[in-house]
């Protein structure tokens, strides 16, 4: 995946009743153009299939699409074997996988799992060693050892592939500090678009962040969780009293997302309903064969 392309994709449904739909809709997907599908990663759900032996067996189905979870469940999957994880993952699929990370969010759950508690400032810390970790033992070259706080590996030889991308959860400013000095890209906590307070105030902790390091802030993608309806008509308002998107006609997504683009500098979407839930066919067909075409068309001309 080119690192400054603009990306579009979508929340995939992750039940395990949900299996033939989810293969169904990733191939459609696939076909459609679309660049990237998201599961989401609660493993202390039992109705849930595993995020991760999901995305192997739908990128092992399909041809383009690159695969992610949004965003990895870190607490319950240490770092060292996450690394080999998405770089295997990686080699089998040509590259097609994003490494979404996350400090881990509902605690007392991942506690339940038999998971050490952490603090939120010592999951933080933690989750800043995971992607330092994770890009170490990827890539090649000698042998690795690492003595952090949370993770220890003691000479391991790092996979021949490339870290894939790493986007981040991130929503607290230790958080959004951290992925601006080690990650690629953000996706904004609570489907926050690039019009909200939450956004305004986050975005310049990453960029601040990443130039405390030496980095540049524009190689830092965001890519929004972006939930709405796609109508057949225009409609009055296509955002509610709260000033979030709610959706509109296809006119109406194209000039809004090609905005976010030239004037936000949003760098890619995925797509989930209205209710913040996996699309169905209908709504999923649409953004891939109507919203995302004409929106790569506006944003080349420009």
Do not use: C
């Not at 949004?70 to 994003?98: D, E, Q, W």
């Not at 995971?130 to 033992?137: C, E, H, Q, R, S």
């Not at 904004?188 to 956004?199: F, I, T, V």
């Not at 409609?235 to 959706?247: K, N, V, Y």
Request: no cysteine; glycine share 12%.
């Amino acid at each position: 995946m080119p690192a400054h392309d603009v990306v579009f994709g979508f929340g995939a449904h992750s039940g395990i009743d949900d299996i033939p739909e989810l293969l169904r809709m990733a191939q459609q997907a696939d076909r459609d153009g679309l660049d990237i599908f998201t599961l989401s990663d609660h493993p202390y759900l039992g109705g849930r299939v595993d995020a991760y032996a999901a995305l192997g067996f739908i990128l092992g189905r399909t041809e383009h699409i690159a695969g992610f979870a949004n965003v990895t469940n870190l607490p319950t999957r240490p770092a060292p074997m996450l690394a080999r994880m998405v770089t295997s993952l990686s080699a089998l699929s040509g590259g097609r996988v994003v490494l979404g990370m996350g400090a881990g969010g509902l605690w007392d759950r991942i506690a339940d799992m038999g998971v050490p508690r952490l603090t939120p400032g010592d999951a933080v810390d933690a989750f800043e060693e995971a992607i330092v970790l994770v890009k170490l033992l990827s890539g090649g070259g000698p042998p690795v050892t690492y003595q952090g706080t949370h993770y220890q590996v003691n000479h391991i030889e790092p996979a021949p592939v490339p870290a894939p991308p790493v986007w981040t959860g991130s929503v607290g400013r230790k958080s959004l500090a951290a992925t601006g000095r080690v990650a690629d890209g953000w996706i904004p906590g609570h489907a926050a678009d690039w019009l909200s307070e939450r956004y305004r105030t986050s975005r310049p902790v990453i960029d601040e962040a990443a130039a405390s390091v030496g980095r540049d802030p524009g190689e830092i993608r965001t890519v929004f969780n972006f939930p709405g309806r796609i109508t057949d008509r225009p409609l009055p308002a296509t955002r509610d009293s709260e000033g979030r998107w709610i959706g509109g006609s296809v006119g109406q997504w194209v000039e809004e997302l090609t905005g976010a683009v030239l004037e936000h500098g949003a760098s890619g979407f995925t797509l989930f309903s209205a209710d913040h839930g996996a699309p169905d066919p209908t709504l999923l067909a649409r953004w891939a064969q109507e919203v995302v075409p004409a929106v790569r068309e506006a944003i080349a001309k420009r």
